[in-house]
């Protein structure tokens, strides 16, 4: 966390730390869990990116009842650096954190008939991110009233929101 400028008293409140026991090799070790909407975990640590159990969508709420609206995010590092950048403050929107690209579909069943308005999505500035805020776009455009505000420039030329949070930091 502190190589990547998140202050532990934001990551706490998302994050656990998880023990994981290789049933064949018997080999443990610990990993930041992120809960998912499956009940499986996204696992982080330097050595380790990936997932215990099913492998979803971790979802937010925002401080809002019915907020108008949500934000996308590929990851938590992202997520995590974006409320660093908020002076630790939560999103009074709700936010969907993907996890993996592949679940841009399961996220936007949770966008359909709800009261949402704007959609954020924070995609990282490569090929896939492009590609993911693309088909984020095809997306809005079959919803009614739904405007979708890109904001990776924001933190362009980086090519994410944690590493433009680093960039500021001097990491």
């Known amino acids: 966390l502190a190589k990547r400028g998140i202050p532990l008293c934001i990551a706490q409140q998302y994050l656990k730390e998880v023990k994981v026991a290789n049933a064949e090799t018997?080999?443990?070790?610990f990993a930041l869990g992120l809960k998912n909407e499956d009940g499986?975990?996204?696992?982080?640590?330097?050595?380790?990116?990936?997932c215990v159990g099913k492998k979803s969508i971790t979802f937010i709420r925002g401080l809002k009842v019915m907020p108008g609206g949500i934000h996308f995010f590929?990851?938590?590092?992202?997520?995590?650096?974006a409320i660093a950048n908020n002076k630790g403050k939560k999103f009074a929107d709700d936010t969907i954190i993907l996890n993996s690209?592949?679940?841009l579909k399961k996220a936007t069943a949770y966008v359909q008939n709800y009261s949402y308005t704007t959609a954020y999505s924070w995609m990282d500035n490569d090929i896939a991110g492009t590609k993911a805020t693309k088909a984020l776009d095809e997306y809005f455009e079959t919803q009614e009233a739904i405007e979708h505000i890109k904001m990776n420039i924001?933190?362009?030329?980086?090519k994410d929101v944690n590493a433009s949070h680093m960039s500021k930091l001097g990491l």
């Open 154 to 158: 924001m933190y362009a030329p980086h």
């Open 101 to 103: 690209l592949s679940n």
């Open 26 to 29: 018997l080999k443990v070790f």
């Open 40 to 50: 499986g975990y996204e696992l982080r640590n330097p050595f380790f990116k990936g």
């Open 74 to 81: 590929e990851g938590i590092m992202d997520y995590l650096s």
